[in-house]
């Protein structure tokens, strides 16, 4: 952090941001408005044990059974549910089907929402200012950027995430995995192709750039 | 931002190119905190998403580069700002208590735990 290098020699130091971080902690925790082991909880939660895999599995299931997909389509929240990916962030699910003459992409504009239960919590490029203004104004241009090629012909649609509403995007399943098991489906989907900005490849196609 | 997931990596957790969720511990918890408040109905999480997105609308306003990586520290003006906001502390009772932190950090030698004077727990 900034302008630390003082008194090294003698005591502890804190930056300033993590002062400011310390002194709204323990005031809360004081007032008992925070109890701190529920907060290291939910801290380790996050960390550890939500990630883009959750996603994944929706995908995976989404693509070997038409009922589920068909369900995950019509009512995202409850699908979702049913595997055990409930929880803040997650509350109100829409999915977005990509397919040859579709592509979805998702972003937050205003901040950074994002399906915390699906995909964990949003990397940092998801964040940047770059990111949340471009991909509304020039989508074509961003996924060009990121390595998705799409013809003209196919319609782009930009997602904005709000405080109620998060998307995941559900990418096309690629040519030559026919038969594949879930599990081996879910191990090639990945995060950025849930977002909408990467397409799932196909096996043997020479994978990511 | 290109790599594929790995399926050899240990399943679950969120990391990508840009390294770890979090890149510092104050980050993770400034997170738990907005969670916790929330969980407790202090604020709502549209209340929340508002302040925090009206914190990286200011920092754009000033120029501040916004790449991502300060996204953390927008989100920790904004909790400062509700939790004054909503009357859960106040700007006197925060420097206060931000000037008591340091001064027991630099009272307390290297590798041994800060605590503040007259306080128990974390």
Same mark, same amino acid.
């Given at each position: ?9 003698? $005591? ?25 082991? !529920?907060?290291? @909880? ?11 895999? /959750? ?11 038409? !009922?589920?997909? #068909?369900?995950?389509?019509?009512? +995202? ?10 929880? &803040?962030?997650? #509350? ?5 089907? /990509?397919?040859?003459?579709?592509? /979805? ?10 399906? =915390? ?7 940092? =490029? ?7 203004? &471009? ?23 930009? =997602?904005?995430?709000? @405080?109620?509403? &998060?998307?995941?995007?559900?990418? #096309? ?10 599990? +081996?489906?879910? !191990?090639?989907?990945? &995060?950025?192709?849930?977002? $909408?900005?990467?397409?799932?490849? @196909?096996?043997?196609?020479?994978? +990511?750039? | 931002?290109?790599?594929? %997931? ?19 511990? *104050? ?8 969670? %916790? ?15 925090? %997105?009206?914190?990286?609308?200011? %920092? ?14 927008? *989100? ?24 008591? *932190? ?21």
């Amino acid at each position: 952090m900034r302008g630390d290098h003082h008194d090294h020699d003698h $005591g502890s130091h804190f930056s300033d941001t993590e002062l400011r971080v310390k002194a709204l902690e323990s005031l809360l925790v004081d007032k008992g408005l925070v109890d701190p082991a !529920a907060l290291d @909880a939910l801290v380790d939660t996050y960390e550890t044990k939500v990630g883009p895999r /959750n996603g994944a599995r929706v995908v995976a299931k989404a693509w070997t059974d038409p !009922a589920y997909k #068909e369900w995950l389509l019509r009512d +995202a929240t409850a699908a979702i549910a049913s595997l055990g990916y409930t929880g &803040r962030q997650g #509350e109100d699910m829409v999915v977005l089907e /990509n397919t040859p003459q579709v592509h /979805n992409m998702v972003v937050c504009t205003l901040c950074s929402c994002y399906p =915390w239960p699906v995909l964990g919590l949003p990397p940092v =490029w998801y964040k940047s200012a770059p990111y949340r203004s &471009r991909a509304v104004i020039d989508p074509r241009g961003v996924l060009a950027e990121l390595g998705v090629a799409l013809g003209p012909d196919v319609e782009v649609r930009v =997602w904005d995430s709000t @405080a109620e509403v &998060r998307y995941l995007v559900l990418p #096309e399943r690629p040519a030559g995995t026919e038969g594949w098991s879930e599990d +081996a489906l879910a !191990a090639i989907v990945t &995060r950025d192709a849930m977002i $909408g900005v990467a397409q799932v490849p @196909a096996p043997g196609e020479g994978s +990511a750039r | 931002m290109k790599e594929r %997931a790995a399926p050899s990596e240990l399943p679950g957790i969120p990391r990508d190119a840009d390294g770890p969720v979090f890149r510092a511990p *104050w980050e993770a918890q400034a997170f738990g905190l907005a969670l %916790a408040l929330h969980d407790r109905g202090c604020f709502t999480w549209r209340e929340w998403t508002e302040a925090l %997105a009206a914190e990286i609308k200011a %920092a754009a306003a000033r120029g501040t580069p916004d790449d991502g990586t300060r996204y953390y520290e927008f *989100w920790l003006a904004a909790l400062e700002k509700l939790a004054t906001a909503k009357g859960l502390t106040d700007a006197v009772e925060l420097l206060q208590r931000k000037d008591a *932190w340091d001064a027991a950090a630099r009272a307390t030698p290297h590798g041994k735990p800060i605590e503040l004077p007259g306080r128990r727990g974390p």
